[in-house]
């Protein structure tokens, strides 16, 4: 796979729903320059901590051992199920009710879609490794940006995340939550 073909994989699997993408839109509450930095940095170092190591080393030990991609997607699902109850509770009177750039880091530290990128497409890259993790982290800057442009525009500048906001988006992430547990239990 050259490198064009590479980024065009890496923005079509990273601008699809997950839970990643739902917590970028959710957290976009009160999003201001340096909010939306370090959530963007947030998720690139995450996805860039567990591809780096999965390509180079894991990918062999991983490919003869699917039973821990379920452990993982496991994992993932208790975490998102988390996020989802967290966001159902109010925020105290006069507190924030916003998701962070730490929760948003093991959020996409546990997204399947890392694995995915570092088992099957970044091997599969014909050029040096380098480049294409620039890609990567070009690609992700930009998907992320959208997701929190998307989120944004759903709850705008509102110090807090207004209820249906916080109601629906609890929904979503129940929603990836149950999918990912349902995808380790029968894969």
Request: proline share 6%; glycine share 8%; net charge positive.
């Amino acid at each position: 796979m050259n490198l064009p073909t590479f980024a065009i994989a890496i923005v079509s699997l990273l601008i699809l729903p997950g839970p990643t993408n739902a917590v970028l839109a959710l957290a976009s509450t009160a999003l201001t320059l340096s909010r939306c930095l370090s959530l963007v940095a947030a998720v690139v170092s995450a996805y860039l901590v567990v591809i780096v190591p999965v390509s180079g080393i894991a990918a062999p030990f991983l490919n003869g051992h699917p039973g821990i991609a379920g452990i993982v997607k496991l994992i993932s699902a208790s975490w998102v199920l988390y996020l989802a109850l967290k966001l159902l509770v109010p925020a105290p009177a006069g507190g924030r009710n916003r998701l962070g750039a730490g929760q948003l880091f093991v959020t996409t530290l546990l997204n399947p879609k890392a694995i995915i990128i570092g088992l099957t497409l970044v091997p599969a890259v014909q050029a040096e490794q380098t480049s294409a993790m620039a890609i990567f982290a070009g690609c992700a800057t930009a998907t992320s940006a959208i997701w929190l442009g998307l989120g944004s525009l759903l709850v705008g500048r509102h110090a807090q995340m207004p209820p249906a906001v916080r109601h629906c988006g609890c929904a979503v992430l129940v929603a990836f939550s149950l999918t990912l547990a349902v995808s380790a239990l029968w894969s």
